[in-house]
């Protein structure tokens, strides 16, 4: 199985909007709703934002966002934070208990 | 609170087993329907999971590793572990263990991770 593939960077002001995309295949990001997203600053763990595909777990703030269309899915961060500052990966169920993660993107509040 | 925690050498020898054990504090493994699993991160890179193991002891093995790949739990002690045999310089990593609702769930609680460097 192959990674996701994210793009390796984006940036927004504070403010602004900044959107991450996560493309994979039909066997992955499009065979199923299970697509989660996660932040990581740097030396921490991972953090769950987003699950099945735009859920978020008690906690999250509503700004993150997330939404799914074909084999690409999305995150949406809106009225970004300095906090908002790093990596984002997403990842997804790929059938046959399996899970893949994306590649990662560094989001760069400007 | 859930906490996980990881423990095992820092430094394993190429060719050698790669064991590492994850503590779940602040609640039972055997007490809910919950997914236990190891998931890896090389220096600078990206996430890679590596199999989880239901509390009943059912496995599941990314595919590309799963012939190396050996999880366990052990539920008296509250505590689930990895090994990972023939490792090399690729396999040096942070490993996280974490758990999860469902295999296609997301890993909602995360161990702290630890370091493992496989060199001579």
């Known amino acids: 199985q192959s990674a996701l593939t994210q793009p390796p960077s984006a940036s927004g002001s504070p403010g602004q909007s900044v959107t991450i995309s996560c493309t994979g295949t039909?066997?992955?990001?499009?065979?199923?709703?299970?697509v989660s997203w996660y932040q990581q600053h740097p030396g921490k763990a991972p953090k769950l934002m987003i699950y099945?595909?735009?859920k978020r777990p008690s906690g999250v703030p509503d700004r993150f966002s997330g939404s799914k269309s074909g084999n690409t899915a999305s995150l949406t961060v809106s009225g970004l934070q300095a906090e908002d500052e790093a990596d984002y990966y997403c990842?997804?169920?790929?059938?046959?208990?399996?899970?893949?993660f994306g590649t990662g993107t560094k989001v760069t509040v400007l | 609170q859930l906490q996980l925690q990881e423990s095992g050498p820092g430094l394993v020898k190429p060719s050698e087993t790669l064991s590492l054990t994850c503590t779940v504090s602040?609640?039972?493994?055997?007490?809910?329907?919950?997914?236990w699993g190891w998931i890896r991160q090389p220096p600078g890179k990206g996430l890679e999971w590596i199999g989880s193991?239901?509390?009943?002891?059912?496995?599941y093995y990314n595919p590309s590793l799963k012939s190396r790949v050996t999880i366990s739990v052990d539920t008296s002690k509250d505590q689930f572990s990895l090994k990972l045999s023939s490792v090399t310089a690729a396999d040096t990593a942070v490993y996280y263990c974490?758990?999860?609702?469902?295999?296609?769930?997301?890993?909602?609680?995360w161990g702290q991770g630890t370091l493992v460097t496989v060199s001579s």
């Open positions: 602040g609640g039972s493994i055997s007490s809910s329907y919950y997914y």
């Open positions: 990842s997804s169920y790929a059938g046959s208990n399996n899970y893949v």
């Open positions: 099945e595909v735009s």
């Open positions: 974490a758990r999860h609702g469902s295999m296609t769930s997301g890993f909602l609680s």
């Open positions: 039909s066997s992955d990001v499009g065979g199923y709703y299970y």
């Open positions: 193991i239901f509390y009943s002891g059912s496995t």
